[in-house]
């Protein structure tokens, strides 16, 4: 069984650019969702997909936007960069079985930089 | 906003000792759960327990709910320096049909060899 593997591990961007991240979900998962980790804090919920359309959306603008594939795998796309984007990306991936909650399984996260 | 709020921030201990981390939330729960994470890395999925459980173990780990307090406890017995590491609270509501764990700010935990 493969985990969640996320790319690319870090990266580094300036101000104002736009930035995509990738997520391969857990094999057999269909649910993906996306957390925002900034130094010294716990993960913020962005938002989670659900066989392909977007199932609940936490906190952030419209300028984070994601993507989900008919593979389940994820995108995550941040448009005109700020300095307090720089953080952690989560992705979670977990099974939904419909109306109750499913363990989520952690990638390893991708280290977002913005000078 | 973040529901839970661990309690202490950073916690330092010899190896063998017992660490104790708490947790404390706002509103009704549908459970919670304790992840670990290390050195900025992805999180590890610990442990859940349900509204409805009071008490759960896993290997060395102990986990506690109490609803009437909201407030949950984790223990580590006879730490390792290998258990260094981040450790998160996450609750999920138990209304509005949203399954949405919501993570607190985290506890340091170190543990000397």
């Known amino acids: 069984e493969t985990g969640v593997t996320q790319s690319p591990t870090h990266l580094i961007k300036t101000r104002g650019q736009q930035v995509t991240l990738r997520c391969s979900s857990q094999?057999?998962?269909?649910?993906v969702s996306w957390y925002q980790q900034a130094l010294g804090q716990g993960p913020q919920f962005i938002f989670q997909?659900?066989?392909?359309?977007?199932?609940g959306r936490g906190n952030f603008p419209p300028r984070f936007s994601g993507l989900q594939f008919p593979n389940y795998s994820s995108e995550l796309n941040v448009n005109a960069l700020e300095l307090d984007d720089s953080a952690l990306y989560l992705c979670?991936?977990?099974?939904?079985?419909?109306?109750?909650?499913?363990?989520?399984?952690f990638g390893p996260g991708t280290r977002l930089t913005v000078l | 906003s973040q529901q839970g709020e661990e309690d202490p921030q950073a916690l330092s201990i010899q190896e063998g000792e017992n660490a104790t981390m708490n947790c404390s939330y706002k509103t009704s729960i549908n459970n919670l759960q304790w992840y670990r994470q290390n050195s900025g890395r992805g999180l590890v999925h610990l442990i859940l327990?349900?509204?409805?459980?009071r008490e759960k173990h896993s290997g060395r780990l102990r986990v506690t709910l109490d609803t009437s307090k909201k407030s949950s406890s984790l223990l580590i017995t006879a730490s390792r320096a290998a258990d260094t590491a981040s450790y998160f609270c996450?609750?999920?509501?138990?209304?509005?049909?949203?399954?949405?764990?919501?993570f607190g700010r985290g506890t340091s935990l170190i543990v000397h060899p």
């Open positions: 327990i349900r509204s409805n459980e």
């Open positions: 996450a609750t999920v509501g138990a209304s509005g049909g949203s399954y949405i764990p919501t």
């Open positions: 094999s057999g998962h269909n649910t």
């Open positions: 979670a991936s977990s099974r939904d079985l419909g109306g109750r909650y499913n363990e989520q399984f």
């Open positions: 997909y659900y066989r392909e359309e977007e199932n």
